[in-house]
């Protein structure tokens, strides 16, 4: 095994609060060790574009507590090239760097696993994405921050709507999953809960919403990958309870930026020293990630997203959505 000396970092996809203490957790552990730290901006099109800046832990403690990510990030039609990927490797060699660490969701992992076909470097991921979709981790950088944040939101929400009487259809953030409208929707009492993984919600919903008697609030929280949407659930409640005084307000990227949470920050730092840590231990094509408050490595191809919700969440959304 080649001795690592420099390693190079990039966040990708959407940003997620939590990166940046991400980040300097792998400066941190990468100075203890006097390993050279590049970081690539711009996720694959840094790669790509030859786009690399050096990284001080000194500058990286300044952004701990900032969302976002220092490094920008980027969806990237060019990686998804095979040519696009030769030129990031050619990068690579042009700088000697010996290792990468990749900050970002399943797409940024799926593209790890392309890219280890022509790139023998070693790779290890770190989870950032807000909606906590990936296997091989309880909790992805971002998610308690986006949930903190839907909330906060959701909460005032409802004091216009009580004081109305109206219901309110709120979409929520997961491009494929309900984890952010499951725990957003719980934390602040809705009514209704309509996410990707379940059908069942909506009959629900629709059950309670022909008995809403106009006497009180009626809070629906939609995830944006639900099959209806929130556009689609409105008229059929309108078909049904055509006098019915509803809005809808889609929350939107708000759940993806400010300040980390607590929690956030301190996984980012976890995970990031995890990631420089596994490296060393010659470590390679894994995500470090946190299973029951654990830190621990999954093979790239088993973090592939995650749609099921587990039975215990089943079970709440059984007996929160169910008619008093
Ligand atoms: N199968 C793939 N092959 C190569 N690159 C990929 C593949 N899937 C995703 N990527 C790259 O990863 C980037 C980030 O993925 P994306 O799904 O946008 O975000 P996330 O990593 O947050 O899920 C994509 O823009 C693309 O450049
Ligand atoms: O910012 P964009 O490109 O419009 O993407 C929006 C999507 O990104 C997310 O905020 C986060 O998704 P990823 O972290 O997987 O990129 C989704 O919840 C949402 O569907």
Not at 54 to 76: C, F, I, P, Y
Not at 128 to 152: C, H, K, M, P, R
Not at 251 to 265: C, E, K, M, T
Not at 279 to 288: H, V, Y
Request: charged fraction near 25%.
């Amino acid at each position: 095994m080649k001795n690592i000396e420099h390693i190079a970092v990039f966040t990708s996809g959407g940003d997620s609060p939590g990166m940046n203490a991400a980040l300097h957790g792998v400066a941190k552990t990468a100075e203890i060790n006097n390993i050279r730290l590049s970081g690539f901006r711009k996720g694959y099109e840094g790669l790509i574009d030859g786009d690399m800046v050096q990284l001080d832990s000194n500058e990286l403690k300044k952004w701990v507590h900032r969302g976002g990510t220092l490094l920008k990030t980027a969806r990237s039609k060019g990686f998804l090239t095979l040519e696009g990927r030769q030129q990031a490797l050619a990068n690579l060699q042009k700088n000697k760097v010996d290792a990468l660490v990749a900050i970002g969701g399943d797409g940024t992992f799926k593209g790890l696993l392309a890219f280890s076909e022509i790139c023998d470097l070693p790779f290890i991921g770190v989870p950032g994405t807000i909606d906590n979709d990936l296997a091989g981790t309880d909790f992805t950088l971002g998610f308690d921050s986006a949930v903190n944040t839907a909330i906060e939101n959701i909460d005032k929400i409802r004091d216009t709507a009580e004081s109305h009487n109206r219901i309110f259809l709120i979409e929520v953030m997961g491009r494929d999953c309900g984890y952010i409208a499951i725990h957003s929707g719980l934390g602040t009492g809705a009514d209704a809960i309509l996410i990707p993984e379940s059908a069942q919600d909506f009959l629900q919903l629709l059950e309670n919403a022909e008995s809403y008697d106009r006497e009180d609030a009626f809070i629906a929280i939609v995830s944006e990958g639900d099959e209806l949407g929130a556009e689609l659930a409105a008229s059929k409640i309108k078909e049904i309870n055509p006098d019915v005084d509803l809005r809808i307000t889609k929350l939107g990227h708000v759940q993806r930026g400010g300040n980390p949470s607590a929690f956030d920050r301190m996984l980012g730092i976890r995970l990031g020293v995890t990631a420089v840590e596994a490296l060393l231990l010659g470590r390679r094509n894994a995500m470090a990630g946190i299973l029951n408050n654990e830190l621990c490595l999954t093979p790239f191809d088993q973090v592939v997203k995650e749609h099921q919700v587990n039975d215990e969440l089943q079970n709440l959304l059984k007996i929160f959505g169910s008619k008093n």
